[in-house]
């Protein structure tokens, strides 16, 4: 697979995403297209492909003289910039020069930027971010969590379908349970949203297990979990703060407690178990499903780790198909949208 990585995108561009695309060809068989301002990408380029001991020339430089930033608009920056690092990405996966566009940068000019030069799949009312969370039992699907602040019955529905698919295709679950977040079990509590996308669902064949709490996210009652983008950005937002916030409160615990210093060894063990499965650069974006190509969004913080497992999430979705599976499963459901 070639994936075409926005090198200029994030808080840390294009450092970052220069190493992240170096250990990306190193560990897999995947091709890399860095694309922003080549003069700032190829010294970086040498610097790491000799650390980590790769050929330069494994890796290609595409060349992009506008940057959106982090501030921007993303709606004027994608109209202005055309020749920006993440338009140059689109417009090379448009033209088959790619298999997937990624970008840690300004994650509403990105999904503008795919949505303008992609399309949209035939039939998706609205592209949404997906985004992976983690739970006891692994990880769960959340959608959508920031692209549609508010939604219509129908919207959420299609993102279960579209949740439903990626969970199974990308992620390995055999016939995913899908939940809509709501204020309780019971199909009584609710609100109009929640009642008639519920109402959807259960017309569909999908795994539909009803409403969850917020609460069972994490117990990992539901593999794909559906929401408006408002409630699914809180839900991840307050989610990273969750994990930071008990990691740093052992860390504390254990140097204020002179007593727990003969535990540490056992202790590293644990926190890097539960730091590996909490943490966001295992893996490294997220995908914006219901467009006609490929584009994963990471986290503006990112750093090289996230980057590399983002180019291989990429290359995995794009293998397996996903969005012609879509395509085919909302035509199965297009009656119950139009009645």
């Known amino acids: 697979m070639i994936i075409a990585l926005d090198a200029m995108g994030g808080d840390k561009a294009p450092d970052i995403n220069v190493e992240g695309a170096v250990l990306a060809v190193k560990h897999t068989s995947h091709e890399v297209l860095l694309v922003g301002k080549q003069e700032a990408i190829y010294p970086l380029l040498d610097k790491y492909a000799k650390i980590h001991s790769i050929s330069p020339s494994k890796i290609k430089v595409i060349n992009a003289t506008e940057v959106i930033e982090m501030h921007e608009s993303p709606a004027n920056a994608v109209r202005q910039k055309k020749d920006s690092s993440m338009a140059v990405c689109a417009k090379l996966v448009v033209e088959k020069q790619a298999d997937a566009f990624v970008s840690m940068g300004n994650s509403g000019a990105a999904m503008a930027t795919a949505i303008m030069y992609f ?194 999430v990429a290359a995995k979705y794009a293998s397996q198909h996903v969005n012609d599976e879509i395509a085919r499963e909302l035509a199965k459901y297009g009656h119950i949208i139009k009645s």
């Open 119 to 312: 399309k949209r799949i035939p039939g998706v009312l609205r592209p949404a971010i997906s985004t992976p969370f983690p739970t006891v039992s692994g990880m769960c699907t959340i959608l959508d969590v920031g692209a549609n602040v508010d939604c219509k019955p129908e919207h959420l529905m299609q993102f279960a379908v579209m949740g439903s698919i990626y969970a199974e295709k990308v992620l390995g679950q055999s016939k995913p349970k899908i939940g809509i977040i709501s204020i309780g079990e019971e199909d009584t509590k609710g609100n109009e949203l929640t009642f008639a996308a519920s109402d959807m669902l259960k017309q569909t064949s999908l795994n539909f297990i009803g409403n969850i709490e917020g609460g069972d996210i994490p117990k990992g009652k539901a593999n794909v979990v559906v929401c408006d983008g408002f409630v699914g950005n809180v839900i991840l937002k307050f989610g990273e703060g969750i994990a930071e916030m008990i990691i740093k409160l052992i860390k504390d615990s254990v140097k204020s407690n002179p007593l727990f210093w003969g535990i540490i060894p056992f202790l590293k063990v644990a926190m890097y178990s539960m730091k590996k499965k909490v943490d966001y650069t295992e893996q490294g974006g997220a995908p914006l499903l219901g467009v006609n190509e490929v584009c994963l969004i990471g986290h503006g913080k990112s750093n090289a780790k996230a980057v590399k497992n983002a180019v291989i």
